[in-house]
């Protein structure tokens, strides 16, 4: 879901987020991954280690802003400003 964030922030104007929604696009390639291998392994040997891979939806909307905030991206930062739980639950409930 956080790939989502990113690219709705990206399509609303933020060129500067464009070149990580390109490395972390889940939809490039068939089957488990991303673009960049290295983004996607590191993402989910952490996400592994602080949730032992299951977490509620609350925890994963945290995690997406501590995300943001560690990957040093202002516009990353900026895009989990523009949502809200709520939105990220509404989110998730369409998705599942």
Known sequence: ???Y???NEYNNGSKEIGDLCSSMNPFLFEGEGSA???LYEDFKKEFATKF???C???QGYEYGKLYAKKIKIKAAEKAF???TLEDWKSAYKDMN
């Open 81 to 83: 400003e523009n949502i």
């Open 56 to 58: 509620t939806v609350e």
């Open 1 to 3: 879901m956080i790939f």
């Open 52 to 54: 032992n891979d299951k």
């Open 5 to 7: 964030v990113f690219d």
């Open 36 to 38: 960049v291998p290295d």
